[in-house]
């Protein structure tokens, strides 16, 4: 069975500062991995994916995300936080094939100071 | 525009009276799930459904219901809403096939009083 557990329910970053979101998932067969984010009263939004090919994945934003099999770790990254980055973030799992359920983490808040 | 989409967006009810969410998309995918979204909890799936006429329960699915008559629709139902059923729902639809990502409606704030 597939899980996933998020590091932290809220963080607060000064902007211009990195931004580093933990994921780790469990799962029996090799995964498929998604990081998602969700802006107030909006729906979730698909920031990057990890379908089995380079394990440095870049997403839209300025984010990217590290898959590390030994560590069943899929890290999100930003180097400088800008105020536009705050929001919930999610990360997902899902099994390889092809009616996967997906399995959402708790979620991280994410809040930019000045 | 490639989109899913919900109605009603806001809805306050009371115990017991039957309401529906409807969910549509229209990039012709197969798959379609309903999540709800509670604090601490992320998002738990409801129902999903694999293509018209095949649907199967999620983590979640007491006191709810669902139908998929046509491929791009996707219907919640509650029977007879109770207060524990506060929450944000959101559809989603995806391509079948290994790796493909959900897109998510704009969600339905729903409150049961």
């Known amino acids: 069975a597939q899980s996933v557990t998020q590091l932290g329910s809220h963080v607060s970053v000064s902007e211009g500062a990195l931004v580093l979101l933990r994921c780790n998932y469990s799962?029996?067969?090799?995964?498929?991995l998604f990081w998602y984010v969700q802006y107030p009263n909006q729906g979730l939004q698909l920031l990057l994916k990890?379908?089995?090919?380079?394990?440095l994945v870049k997403g839209i934003n300025g984010f990217e995300a590290e898959f590390k099999k030994s560590e069943t770790s899929f890290h999100l990254t930003k180097p400088s936080a800008h105020m536009s980055d705050a929001a919930e973030y999610f990360c997902a799992v899902t099994e390889g094939d092809s009616w996967g359920k997906l399995q959402f983490g708790a979620g991280t808040q994410v809040v930019v100071t000045p | 525009e490639a989109q899913v989409t919900q109605n009603p967006r806001y809805l306050i009810t009371v115990t017991g009276k039957k309401l529906t969410v409807t969910c549509s998309q229209n990039?012709?995918?197969?798959?379609m799930s309903w999540y709800r979204q509670d604090p601490g909890l992320g998002l738990r799936q409801i129902y999903y459904s694999m293509n018209v006429e095949v649907t199967d329960k999620g983590d979640v699915p007491e006191g709810y219901k669902v139908s998929r008559k046509e491929k791009r629709n996707f219907p919640l139902i509650l029977e007879s809403p109770s207060p524990n059923q506060t929450s944000l729902y959101f559809c989603a639809s995806r391509s079948q096939g290994l790796g493909y990502e959900q897109y998510f409606g704009p969600g339905t704030r729903l409150t049961v009083t």
């Open positions: 799962s029996s067969v090799p995964p498929y």
């Open positions: 990039m012709n995918h197969e798959y």
């Open positions: 990890y379908t089995s090919a380079a394990t």
